[in-house]
């Protein structure tokens, strides 16, 4: 039986709850509202798609999401992040999902591979997280497809050319930051 170490350096606890942090403070344009603005905003455009708010959609439950805001829209936008932060692993450890408000992200392949999304809906196809992949060397737009899987999630990351990068593959939620398990 192989055995699985941590991966060292950058994958580690404190880098992903750093990097989360960076990414929020840089990501959200003006404001900090999850407006549609900031690199996630530019996955949104990347595929003609609009902001929506997660905590409206079928995953809330398993978000832990508060209750609905009086102020939104009957796109279920409000322009403010929904009151859910939570953490998920899948692939047997090998994938770190960080949920924030309408934001997404995701850590694989011992942390060479990140994306970065938006909770948005493009016309009347299921919503998922729109953003950039970074990987191999480069960036590139990419969609997560999340779906409920009582009491997990299913999720599978395709690039814009249609190739599945990730998945499909189940997550389950962790009680803090994981460490991404290395083989």
């Known amino acids: 039986m192989a055995s699985r170490t941590a991966c060292p350096g950058p994958v580690s606890a404190p880098w992903l709850a750093l ?7 840089a990501a959200c ?4 509202g999850g407006t549609g603005t900031g690199e996630e905003g530019q996955g949104l455009q990347a595929f003609g798609a609009e902001a929506r708010e997660v905590c409206a959609s079928e995953l ?4 832990a999401c508060a209750p609905a ?18 953490w998920w692993s899948g692939d047997g450890g090998r994938v770190q999902l960080g949920f924030d408000g309408n934001r997404i992200g995701v850590q694989a392949e011992c942390g060479a591979l990140e994306f970065r999304g938006l909770w948005g809906q493009v016309g009347t ?3 998922a997280y729109y953003g950039w992949l970074r990987a191999d060397g ?3 737009p990419a ?14 990351l395709i690039e814009a050319d249609a190739r599945v990068r990730l998945g ?12 991404l398990d290395c083989p």
């Open 125 to 127: 196809a299921p919503a």
């Open 138 to 140: 480069g960036e590139r």
């Open 168 to 179: 499909p593959s189940l997550a389950t939620r962790q009680t803090a930051v994981g460490v």
């Open 19 to 25: 990097m989360l942090i960076t990414w929020l403070l």
């Open 29 to 32: 344009g003006p404001g900090v």
């Open 60 to 63: 809330a439950p398993l978000l």
């Open 69 to 86: 805001s009086p102020n939104a829209g009957a796109s279920g936008a409000t322009g403010q992040p929904s009151a859910v932060r939570s």
């Open 143 to 156: 969609v997560l497809q999340v779906q409920r899987d009582d009491p997990r999630l299913l999720f599978t």
